[in-house]
């Protein structure tokens, strides 16, 4: 540390001189710093660049792409007391509804009278548990998970109450007057049979509260809305749902009788083909029975066997568990398989030769790590084989199986059961990878060479080294397809039966219901109209999201255009501290304004990108339909012919409208179409390029090429500085900083330490005058 003496004897400002004289020195410092404040300007504007882009990416995706308002579509019911109507975007043809013999209600359950109140004590009931666990139909008709709800004996009854509410089980519960209520939340009838609310633990809670259940099933009243819909004769849990796009809801019935005959006979004839599907020798329970007689090796003649009985290991995987372990199964003992696992590097264990065994077992530690075949051992795997060197032989040879065993799992199994693949194989033992790419190569055409080439070369070297190997993978992967095979298989008629199941229980549910509503539904003595839905675009929502695409665009174009225009102001560079202090906040903005003007002026990557977004306007989108209406400037939208305006979109109202009454749902393909760019040959031998993108997809590709050029300049957030150019820039700024920032210390330690020796000898000069002056 330099000692310093300020202007004691000179009288001299020493501190003002060394700042002043350090101003002149800082001056490198301060270029660097403004240097380095440009370049991350420079960035920032870059990025913001980039935000822009995606902010338009994501609204081209959300409603150019989806659906947005450009396929918006509304739609209008012929009776809309009787049904009424919402079309989605996927609404298409009419839709028909030719009577309702019967609308979905709730079920709902109410318990017989009891002596509680509601603020009677769980514990009068002299309860032997402390849960329930309800279940109710949900949306889709079928009962919902059971939802657990706990309790306890200081809880009132509406305390009870209240938990089931929140719980989230689907139901309502109401106690009124020592009576329970249930209703489930879904309208419906379950479509099995099991009932709509269903108590699957803690049935006595209910039954003391006026319940007399033995089975659970508190409530199974639930009905369905039965319909019939473009000659169809269907049911749904609830009076609003949606098909082909149309969100209907039945609000009265009408035509009932004559539905519900209809209803009736469609049911009855479901319920007849479910069950037929069943039964017989070609049906899905035979099938079963035959496919897990083949696959357990089993002789079972009936269904109640096959589900009552203990079913053996399949055949088929014991062939292939044997194999498979016998061919890579552990022979190690328990110790040696301690000592083994332990190994850093088991490859190197399978490549010992018997010479490096000899060597570990007749030689010390010391020795074996001067020898050159075992440098690239570590200490510890070296020692640990020199130890263990009784067992090296049996370590060699597990190394040996996991390699095989991770050969075999990556090799595809189609290959090594193919004769003509194995053959093959045999025949490159001894070739370099080159000479097997060759040999492939002049195969012919085929699936052999078409699978050969679909693996790694050097794998198929590695197998064709050792035929012994190859024939024993063969034997295991055999095992193996059969295997999979026959299971895949057994599943498969499994499911199907299971699949049959339900659909026969679902079909007697159906049947039941409809035979409820045919009983109580008396024959119609007035025919109603059915009632027709149609769909038709919304073409003035599509035209205002054509015109928000349109303004977006526009509005983006017009910010990349005023950067790339910018005044560039050299005579302001960006403000030092020192030069901050000296200034008013409005002037440090106005300045900061003018330093950071044109940092991306006339700029590449952004002209470039420009030119590739307008480029993506120009030409037609393939595979549309109508080729008079498959290009932005056929539906009246095109680039303005005004040069001030650089390539912005102006909009033909009247074009635009014709192409949207026309046909709407082309113009949103014209935007929305995924596509691809393909290369085609005329009958002249010209290529010719088809590009079915739609607008939307060819300008978010020409974006994300603007944007991955942008990240390779200046980055994005959290990118590290070594990763972009503009920061590998700020890394060499801030390392010259540093260096600058070290060399002006020294420089102002010696202007100190020169100071204070001139202060030092002005002193002493002084001491003598004094001295002489007192003799």
Do not use: C
């Not at 609308?103 to 509601?118: D, I, K, P, W």
């Not at 299971?487 to 229980?505: Q, T, W």
């Not at 919304?538 to 225009?565: C, G, H, P, R, W």
Request: aromatic share 6%; net charge neutral.
């Amino acid at each position: 540390m330099v000692l310093r003496i300020g202007g004691l004897a000179s009288g001299m400002d020493i501190d003002g001189l060394v700042e002043k004289l350090m101003q002149a020195e800082r001056m490198p410092l301060n270029k660097a710093l403004q240097q380095k404040q440009t370049l991350q300007w420079q960035r920032d504007a870059y990025r913001s660049v980039n935000s822009k882009l995606k902010a338009f990416d994501t609204f081209l995706f959300d409603k150019m792409i989806l659906s947005g308002k450009m396929n918006q579509k509304t739609a209008t019911s012929s009776n809309e007391n009787l049904v009424s109507v919402k079309a989605n975007p996927g609404a298409t043809g009419n839709i028909t509804i030719g009577g309702v013999s019967q609308l979905a209600s709730a079920a709902q359950t109410v318990s017989n009278q009891t002596e509680y109140t509601g603020d009677s004590k769980l514990s009068e009931l002299n309860l032997t548990g402390n849960s329930i666990s309800i279940r109710s139909i949900g949306k889709d008709g079928r009962l919902a998970e059971a939802t657990p709800i706990d309790f306890n004996n200081d809880m009132t009854i509406n305390d009870l109450v209240k938990k089931i509410n929140d719980s989230g089980a689907g139901v309502t519960a109401l106690f009124e007057g020592g009576k329970l209520s249930l209703t489930a939340k879904n309208t419906g009838s379950e479509k099995s049979g099991q009932g709509e609310i269903v108590v699957t633990n803690g049935l006595e809670v209910f039954n003391k509260l006026g319940f007399s259940s033995t089975d659970g099933k508190l409530a199974t009243n639930g009905k369905n809305a039965m319909f019939e819909v473009n000659g169809i004769q269907t049911e749904r849990s609830s009076n609003t749902f949606t098909i082909s796009g149309y969100e209907m809801t039945l609000k009265q019935t009408f035509n009932a009788g004559d539905v519900a005959l209809k209803q009736y006979n469609a049911a009855k004839l479901e319920l007849k083909n479910a069950q037929d599907a069943m039964v017989g020798s070609n049906g899905l329970t035979q099938k079963y029975i035959d496919a897990a007689n083949r696959y357990f090796n089993t002789s079972f003649t009936t269904i109640d066997e096959l589900q009552n009985a203990t079913l053996p290991p399949s055949s088929f995987k014991t062939a292939y568990d044997t194999a498979y372990n016998s061919k890579f199964a552990s022979t190690l003992t328990e110790q040696e398989q301690a000592v083994y696992k332990d190994f850093a590097d088991k490859n190197r264990i399978a490549n010992l030769n018997d010479n490096d065994i000899d060597a570990i077992k007749n030689n010390d530690f010391d020795t074996l790590r001067a020898m050159s075949q075992f440098s690239v051992y570590s200490d510890a795997d070296l020692s640990r084989m020199k130890d263990n060197a009784g067992s090296l032989e049996n370590f060699r040879n597990q190394a040996n199986k996991e390699a095989d065993e991770r050969l075999y799992k990556a090799t595809n199994k189609n290959l090594l059961t193919n004769d003509e693949a194995i053959s093959f194989l045999d025949s490159m033992n001894g070739k370099t990878t080159e000479e097997i790419k060759t040999a492939i190569n002049d195969l012919a055409e085929g699936s052999l060479k078409t699978m050969l080439k679909g693996t790694d070369v050097e794998q198929l070297q590695f197998l064709s080294k050792d035929s012994t190997r190859l024939t024993e993978f063969k034997d295991i992967a055999t095992k193996q397809v059969t295997f999979e095979r026959e299971k895949a298989s057994f599943d498969s008629a499994k499911s199907s039966y299971e699949a049959g199941l339900r659909r026969e229980k679902d079909a007697e549910q159906a049947y039941t219901n409809a035979e409820a509503v045919k009983d109580s539904t008396p024959a119609d003595s007035v025919t109603i109209p059915p009632v027709t839905m149609q769909a038709s675009s919304d073409t003035k929502a599509a035209k205002e999201q054509i015109q928000e695409f349109v303004e977006k665009y526009n509005a983006m174009i017009e910010e990349f255009n005023k950067s790339l225009k910018e005044t560039k102001y050299r005579d302001y560079a960006p403000l030092t501290d020192e030069q901050r202090k000296d200034m008013t906040e409005n002037e440090q903005k106005l300045w900061d304004e003018k330093a950071k003007s044109g940092l991306l002026r006339n700029d590449s990557i952004i002209r470039d990108g420009m030119t590739k977004m307008r480029s993506t306007f120009i030409g037609n989108v393939a595979g549309l339909g109508d080729k008079l209406m498959d290009s932005l400037a056929e539906i009246g939208i095109t680039t303005s012919s005004d040069l001030k305006e650089s390539g912005k979109l102006v909009i033909n109202d009247k074009k635009l409208d014709e192409a949207l009454a026309k046909d709407p749902d082309q113009v949103h393909k014209l935007f929305s179409q995924s596509g691809k760019v393909t290369e085609t040959t005329d009958e002249n031998g010209r290529k010719v390029i088809n590009d079915s993108r739609g607008i939307a997809y060819r300008l978010r590709d020409a974006m994300r090429d603007m944007t991955t050029n942008i990240e390779k300049k200046a980055g994005k957030e959290g990118a590290t500085n070594q990763t972009y150019s503009l920061g590998k820039k700020i890394t060499n700024s801030d390392e010259r900083i540093t260096k600058l920032q070290a060399k002006l210390k020294d420089i102002e330690a010696r202007y100190w330490k020169q100071f204070t020796a001139m202060e030092q000898a002005i002193n002493k000069a002084n001491q003598q005058s004094s001295m002489f002056m007192q003799g």
